[in-house]
Structure formats: structure tokens, C-alpha cells
């Protein structure tokens, strides 16, 4: 069977990201052509008015109108491109406007996922190529964004999935805005919260019955990176990387207690992630103690690369 070259669109509540790939379906290969990411923060203060920020609005559609040029120059057509939008555009009064913006820029429509299918988008992405190799099924992959984190457990097939609201810009700005350095105060009420998520996560998806916890998105593969002490972000010295809770605890520690110029100053710290990840770093510790596991298998294949096989298929 020939590959297929598609265009996944990955729009979250801090990033809007771009896979242009050639799939084999016959082997399950994926071959990036082109992988980018920009933050735009789409959800910045919808936890709090409900709506899309015009300015959140401006900065996602100028991301969306280098996509399509890039899109146009893999010569990758509608038929071929899917866009899916998550946590912030599902909860805004004013997503229709959202909508028409994309679908005049980019000429497909986004489609604002429910949280269950985002988590069976991000565990295909990630486990397609775990059959077979070091990692003991069953897995339970959880993808913490900026609005909402999904967790499924499976292992060739999704048996139990959940979203909740809990991600690095929701509980930052719940909790943290205005404040460089959190107060024990604001830990505790934040650490509530996480509690809270994790069990609604729970009721449907059991927390404590995988043999592998696989990680995705940009505070696991940050805090991963800050972990292994890399001079610079190196997607494949994080993709698969194994961290142990003792890592995550003290990353964690460290990022809680660091200055907004300190964090900025990681060599491994995207600019866009210097707010949210200490927020974001508490989360992934959580649901680390949470399930009982000793370290975190940590993916750079995530939601994104479970949108273009969806697309091929």
C-alpha cells in the first residue's frame, strides 16, 4: 500500500500545532515532514469570562494562516487536513466565530472535539508504535494541556477514557495569576483542585491498573527534559525517555520556588511555557503519586500524530 500525506491541526487552550506526515497504513509508519508549533493561548481567561479573547482570536488566526501556507506548499488539499479543536474552544460562549475564522483561512472546519474523543486521539497517537517493543501494556496515557488533561487506559484498543478540567493555564489562572512564586496557600488550593479532577478521572478510568504511565504534551516532555539536564530541547532524547517520581518531584520543587526570570533562564523552557509549568509540573506530580507509579514514560507522539492517522483512515 502507497503512503498518504496528510495535514493534523492540534489546536489546544496555550498551542496551535502543525504534522504534515507520509503515513503507511501497512506498517504503521509516520514520517514527519514538517512538525511546528506556536503558542498562542487561545484560552487565556476563559475559565473566567467564558469566551474567546479577541486578542486569543487575532493570535490563533495568524498561526492558522502560516499553516496553510505551509500546508499549500506540501500540496496537501482539504480532503487530507483535519483540524481539531480542544479544551478552550469547547468551552467558550463565542465559538462559532472560532469556527468561521479557521474555516475561511484554512477552508476546512474545526471540530471541537468531546474530551473522550480527544483522549482516544491522544492514545492512538502515542501507543501506535509501543506494541511490541519495552513497554508493558496495559498503559495508561494521560495528555495534560492548558485547559483540561485526558486520560485513557488501554492497550491495543481504548478500554476507559476521561477528561477533566485540570492543565497548566486553567490552574494558573485560577490559582497562581499575579503571583511569581506561589504561597504554600496557593499550592494547597491548587493541589484541591487536582485532587477533585482526579477523582472524576477515577469514577470512569482506573488509575492504578497500568502497567506502563505514558505522558504527552509540553509540560511532561519540558519537565522530562529539565529531568535529564539537556543543554537544549532535544525531542529525541525525550521521546520514550523514562523519569522516575523522584525526578518529577524534584523538578517540581524547583520550578514552584523559581522566579518568572529563572524559569525563562531552563535551557530547555519554551517561552511560551514559562507562566503555566510550574502549575503544569504540579499536575504531572499529582497524578504520578496518584497512580502508584515509580516513573513516567514520557512521548513526543501525542494527540497530533493520532489526528493524522485519523485523517489517512
Known sequence: MTSTRVAAIDCGTNSIRLLIAELDPSTGAITDLDRRMLIVRLGQDVDRTGRLAPEALERTFAACREYAAV????????????????????????????????????G??????????????????????LAGGPF????????????????????DEVQAARSVDIGCVRLTERHFAG???????????????????????????????????????GTATTVAAMALELPAYDSEAVHHARITLEQVREVTGRLLSSTHDERAAIPVMHPGRVDVIAAGALVLLSIMER????????SEHDILDGIAWSTAS
Open 71 to 106: 500546508i499549500a506548499e506540501h500540496g496537501i488539499g482539504p480532503e487530507r487536513t483535519r483540524f481539531v479543536a480542544t479544551s478552550a474552544s469547547r468551552d467558550a460562549e463565542n465559538s462559532a466565530e472560532f469556527t468561521r475564522g479557521v474555516k475561511e483561512i484554512l
Open 291 to 298: 497512580t502508584g507509579a515509580a516513573e513516567l514514560v514520557v
Open 179 to 217: 503571583t511569581e512564586i506561589p504561597t504554600l496557600g496557593q499550592i494547597s488550593a491548587a493541589k484541591a483542585d487536582i485532587k477533585a479532577a482526579l477523582n472524576q478521572a477515577a469514577e470512569v478510568v482506573p488509575l492504578t491498573e497500568a502497567a506502563t504511565l505514558v505522558g504527552l504534551a
Open 136 to 155: 508493558a501494556a496495559p498503559y495508561l496515557v494521560f495528555d495534560l494541556g492548558g485547559g483540561s488533561t485526558e486520560f485513557v487506559l488501554g492497550t
Open 108 to 129: 476546512v472546519e474545526p471540530e471541537v472535539v468531546t474530551g473522550d474523543d480527544e483522549a482516544r486521539l491522544s492514545f492512538a497517537g502515542a501507543t501506535k508504535e
